[in-house]
């Protein structure tokens, strides 16, 4: 895993700030701004949703295992108890008419995460590594369990339903639209972000780096590791309990899946797939797998194996995730030689589509033929419907398996040429 | 005037065997003394239990007439002792300017800070671009430290070991593994970098250990059995019996 994500742009910087500096944060404001104009339905904006709180709690995540080196299973427990909260918070509000405006509350959501990750992180980051990630997954299993049995906070199987309406208006909005509720999820995505990142940048925050390269160096440094872990895990903590503020505003439910390890397992899943080196890469790993299971789990109801194949690729050939994927391009595109890899790339990665299609396409057909309930032999896929027991079908997937596979294992050796030229600078030989 | 470094009767035992046994003693400000002797002495025991690595069985460690017993490494550090490490331990994944700025942080006064930004402190900028100025990897700044060469990374390893100012610098055996001209090299650099400072180093290199130091102790078996100026030493029988003779003849 390179980690690119603290290089400093110039040392001797300028003590103001560069365009540079300023430009992605702008960018993408304007995009988070723009977005609801150009999907207007409501399952785009609910998706959306999603993805914005996705993608705050991806980030809180990776403080803890890209920036400070602890492997959490329970990280879904501080979103979860932060969401509990403020759900619990919002039926006060209702019940005593509190005047208190909606876009708050995740500042309580976020200070309840904290509160939880100071108890548990007061004795969990004594060591990193394996006693670490046991004790995350121990706690994470425990209020999980706890969430059945004390059903007057978690409100057992149903869950802790809320109003978010009740609350006093903020400049006459009620946050009755699934538009409104956007613009506020946008608002506390973009802060939490630019807060995370600038942790980052601090004493406490580089020296969280330093502790997950090497925890005993960084002691003879005069920093305890202990300390530096525990400020990272509070600080984890309280972004994911903003996350779960979010998470409460937008559904206005919580229930026991929230706490659930499987939850910690996905966010784990989401943080690698983005890359855990850059502080980026979960924002890419949270849009990803956002979209892949609300568009692949509309189109088949095998989409798990396909992100689990996914996750699987992910981790043995791009251990650094979608990120590390794009920064491997760096060196090319200051050599001016990015354009060189475009036609390599479209003849090995065309066929390689082409092959994962048939392939997928071959599973849905045997999917289909297992599970489809007798006499039923009619599916659709991709946009086509025929009968799954002719020969036909079969045949054209299994082509496009074996026919793409062929040609992009054909087209390789030119694409790794071409990548070993564009990586080399201009005038030297290759 | 208190002795930079004070140890007493320290002794160390891993279950029965017994590593350090009865080690007493005192090195002044300002000088540079070496501990030798031949391999499995407990010359790294010995600096591990000084820099709080290891908890001593019994007897005293006193730097700068402060006990230093119980207490963590991150805090022997605070108190002005400094170390460098036989297996190159640096933070392999960030960049050689970074390396040296964590090691910068604590001594300016930026702790737990978690609302400076460490690239808008010229102070930090400026402190970092001077020690790698003296280690000469200026030009390195900008690369992963893991990338460095192994002299380079020894280099870097002394720079981060000096960057926090403190006053007594231990350095276990910087010169380990290395080719005569890189020797060469990393001994002009220790004496540019210790100037005015106590240093504390363990060597198996003769001609570095005579060349630098003002002192040498001998550890042979968990005891101290000669301390003195190096000529003191050389001519000293019972060293000459127990360790240093084989030596010297190798290097002659």
């Known amino acids: 895993m390179t980690d690119a994500s603290h290089k400093t742009a110039t040392i001797t910087r300028a003590p103001t700030l560069s365009l540079g500096q300023v430009l992605p944060w702008v960018i993408s404001v304007i995009f988070l701004v723009a977005m609801p104009t150009i999907f207007q339905s409501n399952s785009a904006i609910t998706i959306m949703n999603q993805m914005m709180i996705t993608i705050v709690f991806a980030l809180s995540y990776n403080m803890l295992l890209g920036q400070g080196g602890m492997l959490s299973f329970g990280h879904a427990v501080y979103m979860g108890v932060g969401g509990f909260f403020c759900m619990h918070l919002m039926n006060i509000v209702e ?54 049995i004390i059903t007057a906070f978690f409100g057992g199987e149903e869950g802790m339903p809320g109003d978010r309406t009740y609350f006093l208006p ?26 995370m990142y600038l942790f980052s940048r601090t004493p406490v925050g580089r020296m969280a780096n330093a502790v997950r390269d090497n925890p005993e160096r960084a002691e003879f440094l005069g920093y305890s590791a202990r300390w530096v872990r525990f400020f990272s895990f509070s600080a984890a903590g309280f972004f994911a309990g903003i996350a779960g503020a979010l998470f409460a505003i937008n559904y206005e439910i919580l229930t026991e899946t929230n706490l659930s390890t499987t939850q910690s397992g996905v966010i784990l899943l989401i943080a690698f797939l983005g890359g855990v080196g850059f502080f980026f890469g979960p924002i890419i790993g949270a849009i990803a797998f956002t979209l892949l299971q609300s568009v692949l789990s509309l189109q088949s109801e095998i989409w798990q194996l396909y992100l689990g194949a996914l996750f699987l690729a992910t981790v043995m050939y791009f251990p650094g995730g979608l990120a590390g994927v794009l920064m491997m391009h760096v060196p090319a595109a ?14 090995t990665l065309v066929p390689a589509v082409i092959a994962i299609f048939g392939l997928a396409a071959l599973m849905e057909l045997s999917f289909h033929v297992r599970h489809a309930s007798a006499g039923d032999d009619e599916m659709t896929l991709f946009w086509t419907t025929f009968n799954s027991h002719n020969a036909l079908p079969w045949i054209i997937a299994s082509v496009a398996t074996v026919g793409g596979f062929w040609l992009a294992r054909l087209s390789a050796p030119s694409l790794k040429e071409a990548w070993h030229r564009a990586n080399t600078p201009k005038g030297r030989p290759a | 005037m208190t002795a930079a470094l004070e140890i007493t009767d320290l002794k160390k035992s891993f279950g029965k065997a017994e590593i350090i046994r009865g080690v007493n003693l005192s090195i002044a400000k300002g000088e540079r003394h070496a501990i030798i ?45 400094s170390r460098s490490f036989q297996i190159t331990n640096i933070f392999p994944k960030m960049t050689v300017f970074e390396n040296v700025r964590c090691s910068l942080l604590w001594s300016h006064g930026y702790k ?33 430290a893991g990338l460095l060469s192994y002299a380079e990374q020894r280099a870097l390893e002394i720079g981060i070991t000096i960057a926090g100012g403190a006053d007594v610098i231990m350095l276990d055996e910087p010169t380990a593994g290395m080719s005569h001209s890189e020797t060469d090299y990393i001994v002009e650099l220790i004496r540019k970098v210790t100037q005015n400072k106590t240093l504390v180093m363990v060597e198996h290199d003769m001609g570095v250990v005579f060349g630098l130091a003002d002192q040498i102790s001998v550890l042979v078996y968990g005891e101290i059995i000669a301390t003195g100026h190096p ?15 084989a030596a010297l003849e190798a290097e002659h």
Not at chain 2, 43 to 57: A, D, E, M, V, Y
Not at chain 2, 232 to 237: D, G, K, T
């Open chain 2, 231 to 245: 000529e003191e030493v050389r001519s000293n029988p019972k060293v000459q019996e127990a360790y240093l003779g």
């Open chain 2, 37 to 81: 002797g031949p391999n499995g002495a407990g010359k790294s025991t010995l600096f591990n239990l000084i820099t709080g690595r290891f908890p001593q069985t019994s007897g005293s460690i006193k730097l700068h007439g402060h006990d230093l017993r119980g207490k963590a490494p991150f805090e022997i550090n605070r108190m002005g002792l």
């Open chain 2, 112 to 144: 737990y800070s978690f609302w400076n930004m460490v690239s808008r402190s010229q102070d930090l900028t400026d402190g970092a671009m001077e020690i790698l100025d003296q280690i000469n990897l200026l030009q390195r700044a900008e690369l992963p």
């Open chain 1, 334 to 347: 200051k050599f001016g030689k990015l354009g060189t890899l475009i036609v390599p790339y479209i003849k």
């Open chain 1, 95 to 148: 019940a005593n008419e509190l005047p208190i405006p909606l876009p708050v509350l995740p500042i309580f959501g976020g200070l309840f995460g904290l509160g939880l990750a100071t108890i548990v992180g007061s004795f969990s980051t004594r060591k990193a590594g394996t006693v670490f990630a046991m004790i995350s997954l121990g706690i994470g299993e425990l209020i999980a369990a706890c969430s059945v």
């Open chain 1, 170 to 195: 903020f400049f006459g909005i009620e946050f009755l639209q699934q538009i409104e509720v956007y613009y506020l999820i946008a608002f506390w995505t973009v802060l939490s972000t630019l807060l």
